[in-house]
């Protein structure tokens, strides 16, 4: 028998949240181990249960689900995140994406693709609701345009792909290295690297190109 795929539930909305759990529990290969109405309480319960994946609200007391997910990426935490929304804004769907999200479902539809979207997400795949598919050829439209204005970002090495979407991330050279197991001089030596293969030049030029252009990043 497989393993069961571990869920922590968090909706600030009592009967919401019900409807979910009585679909999810439809599935055997599907466990709730955890579940909450509050942010904070999801992140410290995340920590003890230690789920495979969160189904997140975006809007809830105490942490929101973004603010989740940047804690999330920040410390090196193993559960992949599906947010359940009723925010269909591009501005969103992309922080969410550039968050490390890997399901994005609207709460109108989530009836019909919560549990197509856990399976997918279990297995190392994106989800997106289909009403909302537009939102990823943008996103994909707008990582085309930004290889076409900058070249160079053909060049860079799968490595240096990386830490440039951490630094878009916010990321200091020391969590960098922290989190790929790398000393501090390689990561800045992979960012001058980086920096000459873009044309960029001076100290803060890589940070502000990273930054300005994190939602065109796109993996």
Known sequence: ?????????????PVYRDGLRQIIC??????IV???????????????SKPDILVLDMDMPGLSGLEIARTRQRGQLS?????????REEDMFNEAMDLGAKGYVLKESAAADILQSIHAVAVGQHYISPAISGLILNRGARAAALR??????ESLTPAEQRILKLI???????EIADGLGLSPRTV???RAN???KLGLQGSHSLLKFAFENRHRLAD
């Open 194 to 196: 980086i920096s000459a």
């Open 26 to 31: 439809t599935d055997p290969a599907l466990k």
């Open 188 to 190: 800045e030596n992979h």
């Open 168 to 174: 878009a991330s916010d990321k200091t050279s020391k």
């Open 79 to 87: 559960f992949e995140i599906i947010f359940v929304t009723m925010y």
């Open 148 to 153: 076409e204005e900058k070249p160079g970002l």
């Open 34 to 48: 955890a579940e909450t109405g509050n942010g904070a309480e999801a992140l410290r319960l995340a920590r003890e």
């Open 1 to 13: 028998m497989k393993k069961q795929i571990t869920l922590l539930l968090a909706d600030d909305h």
